[in-house]
C-alpha cells in the first residue's frame, strides 16, 4: 500500500491571479482612454462607488425608436433583394434541384412574412405609434411582393409560366397537316 501524502497542490500561476484582477493602467501612459470608457473611479475615504443616474426618455422618445425600429424590419426585404437578383442569376435558368430550391424560397418568405405582418410589428405597437405604424407596414407588403415579383421573374426566365405559345400546355393552335399548308410566299 501506498501512503497517501498531504501536499497541498501548487499556486495557480500568475496570469491566473492577473486575470481575476481589475486591470489597471499604468501610471505614466501618455495615450489617452478612448471615447466612452469610463476608467474606475479612484477610492477616496469614505466614497462608494456610483453609477451615474440615467434619464429615463419620454413615451415620445421611446415611441420615435419604436417607429425607426419598425422602419428597418420594414426595409429588410428590399435590402435583400440584390443579393437574391444575383442568386437567382447564378442558379441559371435550367431545372435542377438548387435552383428550383431558390425559387421555393423567393416564394415562400415573402408569403410567410406578409401572412404574419401583425405579429411581425406588435412589438413596436403602443397607442401612440399606431397611426404611424400603417405606412411602415404597406412598405413592408410593397417590399415583400418585390421579391415576390423577383421569384415569377425568374420562372419566366426558367420557362414555367405560360406566357408564349408552348405546346406542352396544349395552349398552341390548331397545327395545319403539311398535305394542306401553303407557303407563305404564296399569301
Known amino acids: 500500500m501506498s501512503a497517501k501524502s498531504t501536499t497541498s497542490p501548487p ?7 492577473d486575470l481575476a484582477s481589475a486591470p489597471s493602467k499604468p501610471k505614466s501612459s501618455s495615450i489617452p482612454d478612448p471615447p466612452g470608457f469610463a476608467s474606475a473611479p479612484k477610492n ?22 419604436k417607429v425607426k425600429k419598425a422602419w428597418e424590419v420594414a426595409l429588410a426585404p428590399a435590402k435583400q433583394l440584390p443579393m437574391n437578383a444575383i442568386g437567382m442569376y447564378m442558379t441559371g435558368n435550367s431545372l435542377q434541384i438548387f435552383s428550383i430550391f431558390m425559387v421555393f424560397t423567393l416564394f415562400k418568405n415573402p408569403i410567410t412574412a406578409i401572412l404574419s405582418l401583425p405579429s411581425a410589428f406588435a412589438r413596436f405597437e403602443t397607442p401612440g405609434t399606431k397611426d404611424r405604424l400603417l405606412m411602415v407596414k404597406a412598405a413592408y407588403v410593397v417590399c415583400n411582393l418585390m421579391v415576390l415579383a423577383l421569384g415569377v421573374w425568374k420562372v419566366g426566365q426558367m420557362g414555367l409560366l405560360p406566357t408564349e ?3 406542352w400546355l396544349g395552349w398552341e393552335a390548331e397545327r395545319v397537316a403539311l398535305e394542306r399548308a401553303r407557303p407563305a410566299w404564296d399569301l
Open 11 to 17: 499556486p495557480p500561476p500568475k496570469w491566473v491571479l
Open 44 to 65: 477616496t475615504k469614505g466614497a462608494s462607488k456610483q453609477a451615474p443616474v440615467r434619464k429615463q426618455p419620454t413615451t415620445e422618445e421611446t415611441d420615435t425608436l
Open 165 to 167: 405559345r408552348s405546346d
